[in-house]
């Protein structure tokens, strides 16, 4: 059964600095790669999504990708209190249809 | 408006009630999904349908019973609603524009209590 691993956290982080959030996964078939923020009684909203290894910058987030460690991580630059959310990371791959999510990871952003 | 909506958002039923949960797109999406999310289990997939008249089991269908007669909605039905399936349920869809692209937009999402 393919599993999606996050430190569930709070992660602490001041305004300003960079939040780091990680990701593993179990399945090495899995290709694709997405991170949702879910503020508290909403829907998940798709922030990121990346395909290959390396890094994909868009504002504020970076998404980074290393399939050989089956490790994928979001960074959030200059963090704002507004970024203050539970960040799940999700994975697609081989022959399935549906997302499987990991627990998430609770973001705190200290003013 | 565009986008992807649920209804009812809230609902209380009793234990062995039957309800059914809506779900509607306008996006014309091929994919639909239906996710539950539980304290210490996160989102986990239900059931899923590729196009009208298909659908598949997710990781956890028991109980549950989904049909797709339009691409633009996808209901959830239980049969014999149960405690355990007290949750919030989200639907989902996404388009297929190649073998690259899974991005999933979520609706709002329906709070279910079972009592």
């Known amino acids: 059964q393919k599993e999606v691993e996050q430190n569930s956290g709070p992660l602490s982080v001041p305004e300003g600095a960079i939040a780091s959030l990680n990701c593993t996964y179990s399945?090495?078939?899995?290709?694709?790669f997405f991170w949702y923020r879910q503020y508290s009684g909403k829907s998940p909203e798709l922030i990121m999504f990346?395909?290959?290894?390396g890094d994909k910058e868009d504002g504020r987030f970076t998404a980074q990708l290393n399939k050989a460690s089956q490790y994928v991580s979001l960074l959030i630059r200059d963090s704002q209190p507004s970024d203050s959310a539970t960040y799940l990371c999700?994975?697609?791959?081989?022959?399935?249809?549906?997302?499987?999510f990991g627990k998430g990871t609770h973001l705190i952003i200290q003013p | 408006d565009a986008g992807i909506t649920q209804s009812p958002r809230y609902k209380i039923t009793e234990t062995g009630r039957q309800v059914t949960l809506m779900c509607h797109q306008t996006?014309?999406?091929?994919?639909m999904f239906w996710y539950r999310q539980d304290l210490g289990h996160g989102l986990r997939l239900i059931y899923y349908?590729?196009?009208?008249?298909?659908?598949d089991k997710g990781e956890v269908p028991d109980g549950y019973v989904v049909s797709r007669s339009k691409t633009e909605n996808f209901p959830l039905t239980l049969e014999s609603a149960t405690r355990s399936q007290t949750s919030v349920y989200f639907c989902?869809?996404?388009?297929?524009?190649?073998?690259?692209?899974?991005?999933?937009?979520f609706g709002p999402g329906t709070r279910l209590t079972v009592t």
């Open positions: 989902a869809s996404r388009g297929w524009t190649g073998a690259d692209s899974y991005e999933q937009y």
């Open positions: 399945d090495r078939g899995s290709q694709s």
């Open positions: 990346i395909y290959s290894n």
């Open positions: 999700a994975v697609i791959g081989g022959g399935a249809d549906g997302l499987t």
């Open positions: 996006w014309s999406h091929s994919y």
């Open positions: 349908s590729a196009a009208a008249d298909i659908t």
